[in-house]
């Protein structure tokens, strides 16, 4: 999970604190499907997701 390129997941509990993202001002969803980690690290072994918030 990505938020405008930075990563979302936590670093002591591996997961996402879905609580923190900016829902209400999202522009685009990206979803990128297949083993994405050459890319996005190894974390994105099943695929990433992708938030782009608008321009403020």
């Given at each position: 999970?990505?938020?405008d390129?930075?990563?979302m997941i936590s670093a002591d509990a591996a997961d996402i604190?879905?609580?923190y993202?900016?829902?209400e001002n999202l522009?685009?969803?990206e979803?990128?499907?297949g083993a994405a980690s050459a890319l996005?690290?190894?974390?994105a072994m099943n695929g990433?997701?992708?938030m782009r918030t608008a321009y403020a």
């Open positions: 999970m990505l938020v390129e930075m990563r604190k879905w609580n993202l900016p829902l522009e685009q969803v979803v990128i499907k996005f690290g190894s974390s990433v997701i992708n």
